[in-house]
């Protein structure tokens, strides 16, 4: 394959964006989500596809590298974001892969990456997550949403960035169950200046293929649309979330009884109408983006690639945010959708995430390395899915951002089995008949065989999930990434 031959490809990210969240995924009209819609309409929608960890930072390592988390090292992050694990140096995430092939690429908005390598060009912001409520100088490390935006907002309007952070001393701002209306309007939005950095990208002239990753912030919390976005939902769309069946049952799996909300059914509704309203805020700007390609003739020769770091409770049986196995984290919305089309529409295969990575490469005209334990989806693209499908998806999470508690996953076409490391707890459930994994059939004699397979399924993604990262201390770089080929 010569250079003028190779594709683009863009890259777009959402934080914490549950699968429930389209017209796509979910047929229901109400969703004002008609961009990514058609983009879905045109390509691949992957309707089972999961994370290969809960959190942010390690779930991006994956989709970087196309490795498990236990294989490159990023398997948790701390409270204190600078002192989370970042890529070992040897990594070679598909971006560096790429540039070595001769793409352009780019990096606009949230990634997560410490440090970021593998870009010709970088715009980038840090998190906009809800604890940090300072303009600087944060215990929390870098919080706050950064100098590169800062700077263009400055520019912009002087004094706007300071307005983000005079609002989080407000009563109404609670952390992660804020759901307020921002302060500053769409046009100075984070997001919306995520999508311009990403355009300016677009416009610039150069010959080789491009390779652009496009991570927008929301809808991680806070919940903060600007307006109209924080009032285009109706509380009847949106609706209230999934409720325990027995909210005094102490042994009942889904949360505390009082969880994050209590009885204040209007804060939650708020906040699940103005998270929704985010989404839609990105539906418009990948609008945008997609409108670009177009106008600048670059979409009939562009693999558009759209899916999320991981999902979101939202409510969702008194529980918020992420870091565990239930399907409204795991499973994250995921189209693909390349210049000639998709030869299917959807597929309810079981795929991984971090299978973008092999699947970008080889779309590039690159050997998927044998490091790459995980697998190309453009089989499925081009209609070829009786042979490509997974026997069980394999997700992992270290919790409280510690080392200490560990916990893998496996989700096969019925059941879903969780092995809990650090105290031998296991967790088995029905998809089928329990979708909302209310019962743990862990210790139920009749599930017996079920749960050892299950077990044995584990041990062997483990094992065949290739060599894990290098341990040594002080590793020839060199030698390690001439492995890693």
Avoid at 246 to 273: C, H, Q, V, Y
Avoid at 403 to 412: F, M, W, Y
Wanted: aromatic share 10%.
């Amino acid at each position: 394959m010569t250079m003028s031959d190779r594709p683009n490809v863009l890259l777009i990210t959402t934080d914490q964006q549950r699968y429930d969240t389209l017209g796509a995924t979910t047929g229901e009209s109400w969703h004002r989500t008609p961009h990514l819609d058609a983009l879905a309409g045109e390509g691949v929608l992957f309707e089972r596809s999961y994370v290969q960890n809960p959190v942010c930072m390690p779930s991006r390592a994956s989709l970087q590298t196309g490795r498990y988390p236990h294989q490159h090292g990023v398997d948790h992050m701390k409270r204190e974001i600078d002192d989370s694990p970042g890529l070992p140096p040897w990594e070679l995430t598909i971006m560096e892969r790429l540039q070595e092939a001769g793409y352009r690429t780019g990096g606009t908005g949230k990634l997560h990456m410490m440090p970021p390598k593998g870009f010709h060009w970088e715009r980038l912001t840090n998190g906009k997550g809800a604890r940090w409520r300072e303009f600087e100088g944060s215990e929390l490390g870098r919080g706050p949403l950064g100098p590169t935006y800062a700077s263009w907002l400055e520019h912009k309007r002087p004094g706007a960035y300071e307005e983000i952070y005079e609002q989080r001393q407000e009563n109404a701002y609670r952390d992660y169950r804020t759901a307020i209306t921002n302060v500053l309007p769409v046009e100075e939005y984070i997001d919306t200046w995520v999508a311009e950095q990403a355009i300016e990208f677009l416009h610039d002239p150069h010959s080789d293929p491009f390779f652009l990753w496009c991570g927008f912030m929301s809808p991680h919390g806070p919940v903060d649309p600007p307006e109209p976005y924080d009032a285009i939902y109706d509380e009847d769309d949106v609706g209230m979330p999934n409720q325990r069946p027995d909210p005094t049952d102490p042994a009942s799996p889904k949360g505390a009884a009082e969880g994050w909300w209590g009885d204040d059914e209007a804060l939650i509704l708020r906040w699940r109408r103005h998270y929704y309203g985010l989404v839609a805020l990105i539906d418009e700007l990948v609008g945008r983006l997609l409108e670009t390609l177009e106008d600048r003739g670059l979409m009939e020769n562009t693999v558009v690639i759209f899916t999320s770091d991981h999902g979101e409770m939202a409510g969702d049986w008194n529980m918020m945010a992420k870091g565990n196995f239930y399907e409204e984290v795991l499973r994250v919305p995921t189209i693909v959708s390349p210049p000639d089309g998709g030869a299917i529409d959807s597929t309810d295969e079981l795929v991984e995430v971090a299978d973008l990575a092999p699947t970008i490469l080889e779309y590039a005209g690159l050997d998927v390395p044998r490091q790459l334990p995980t697998r190309s989806l453009r089989p499925f693209l081009q209609g070829q899915t009786d042979s490509h499908g997974r026997d069980a998806i394999f997700s992992e999470r270290y919790y409280e951002r510690e080392e200490t508690r560990h916990a893998a996953c496996v989700r096969t076409d019925r059941y879903k089995y969780i092995h809990h490391k650090h105290d031998g707890e296991r967790e088995l459930y029905d998809l089928e008949t329990d979708p909302h994994e209310l019962t743990n059939l862990a210790t139920d004699p009749d599930h017996r065989d079920i749960l050892n397979n299950h077990q044995k399924l584990l041990i062997d993604r483990l094992l065949r999930g290739g060599d894990s990262y290098y341990r040594d201390e002080s590793p020839d770089d060199r030698d390690i990434r001439s492995w890693l080929r």
